[in-house]
């Protein structure tokens, strides 16, 4: 099984940038904050991601038929693997953190 993404089926913070390959290029939106304004750009992503489940969740307790069960348990999916990535990133920036402080000068 191939879980590789492609340009196309990438979220568009990930998403690499043609434009931004060529020179004289403005930078996206995420990047003009570098690391910092990218890793907020991503967090507001997850954050939205998860209020959407939680929104479609409570419409199917209330029964709406317009919202259905698989749509519901896609975006509760979409929103764990999205928290869990974050998870990742966090331990390992508090890893390298760590490791830095660790360091002998």
Do not use: C, W
């Not at 060529?22 to 939205?48: M, R």
Request: cysteine-free; overall charge neutral; hydrophobic content about 40%.
């Amino acid at each position: 099984m191939d879980l590789r993404l492609s340009p196309s089926t990438m979220p568009t913070i990930v998403r690499p940038s043609i434009a931004g390959r060529t020179a004289g290029a403005q930078a996206p939106a995420a990047a003009e904050g570098g690391f910092s304004g990218a890793l907020k750009s991503a967090l507001t992503s997850v954050s939205q991601t998860q209020n959407e489940s939680a929104r479609l969740q409570r419409e199917v307790q209330m029964e709406n038929p317009n919202v259905s069960l698989e749509e519901t348990m896609v975006a509760i999916q979409k929103a764990q693997i999205g928290f869990q990535a974050t998870l990742h990133v966090r331990n390992r920036m508090v890893q390298a953190y760590t490791d830095i402080m660790n360091m002998q000068v």
